[in-house]
């Protein structure tokens, strides 16, 4: 399984900027250095591993500002396109913007990749510029739009009734799923069917909110891929950063997961470990890291 992964060793760095100009720079017969800028520095990067751990797709987003946030430098190994990658790469991108409390996500996008960023809910406001002489178009995307995306309605309705009929809990805190875009799972829930005597969310709805919501990401993977199984929390731990005295929700991210179905093929338990962020408001609240098993059928 890939995974995304934050360059920050020397070592790690140096792979990162080697891939950059490699695939964004050498085509073009630019000498290196050429694929860094002043603003790397105050940015946030995004590289995506093989299983072997070597880098094959990169990306950074730098916020300007309190309102916008900048895509630069995206770019994926033409031995591994068609493989879900730069959507990957890009859910880990925004959600960067969201955590900045960016109103938008602006980008120049080359030509030939402007249908893919459509796709990906991104829209043309300008006819761009050209960069190391190549043609750009420049594209936008309210971060509002990122929490009116589901992708496979049908599933997430059953879902939804599976929690109602297997794990009553979920009914009592009026959890519900508000985005699934494939790679980002989000839950909401009312703050008024979870408050204690201090007007905050129970530390316990956080908890579970937050398990029920890596729970779904598996048992949506589940379905993408074609399998079944049984989850189960294996173990979990949770951070709390803040009270929660706003609307509560929870995103867990595919890019953030680590560890596989191939086990379950192979009819034994496969162990993914999940992290969960619970937000009031803007402000992010709690951390979950988890453990879940998923069981074969009969086993």
């Known amino acids: 399984m890939f995974h995304v992964h934050v360059p920050e060793t020397e070592q790690e ?49 730098y916020t300007a500002g309190v309102n916008e946030s900048q895509i630069h430098y995206m770019a994926v190994d033409p031995n591994h396109r068609k493989k879900g990658l730069g959507s990957l790469l890009i859910s880990a991108l925004e959600d960067e913007a969201y955590k900045a409390g960016s109103e938008r996500i602006v980008m120049n996008a080359r030509v030939e990749a402007v249908p893919f960023y459509e796709k990906c809910g991104f829209s043309l406001v300008g006819s761009g510029q050209i960069s190391e002489g190549v043609q750009h178009r420049q594209m936008i995307k309210e971060v509002s739009a990122m929490d009116k995306i589901l992708r496979h309605p049908g599933w997430c309705a059953e879902l939804q009734n599976e929690w109602a009929t297997k794990i009553p809990i979920s009914q009592h805190m009026g959890i519900s799923i508000r985005q699934y875009s494939g790679w980002r799972f989000e839950t909401s829930a009312p703050l008024n069917a979870n408050v204690n005597v201090h007007d905050t969310m129970f530390a316990g709805s956080i908890y579970s909110q937050a398990t029920l919501t890596g729970w779904g990401l598996v048992w949506l993977m589940l379905k993408e891929q074609g399998l079944m199984g049984n989850i189960v929390l294996s173990k979990g731990s949770i951070n709390y950063k803040r009270p929660i005295n706003l609307e509560p929700f929870a995103v867990a991210h595919k890019y953030r997961m680590k560890g596989s179905f191939l086990e379950l093929l192979e009819g034994r338990n496969a162990k993914l470990d999940i992290d969960v962020d619970v937000y009031s408001g803007p402000k992010l609240a709690a951390v979950f890291s988890a453990t879940f098993v998923v069981i074969p059928i009969g086993a």
Do not use: F, N, V
Request: aromatic share 8%; with cysteine; net charge negative.
């Open 13 to 61: 760095l140096e792979d990162y900027y080697h891939l950059r100009w490699s695939l964004l720079r050498a085509p073009l017969q630019r000498p290196r250095g050429t694929e860094k800028d002043i603003y790397d520095e105050h940015s946030e990067h995004r590289m995506i591993l093989d299983s072997s751990g070597t880098p094959i797709a990169c990306g950074r987003i």
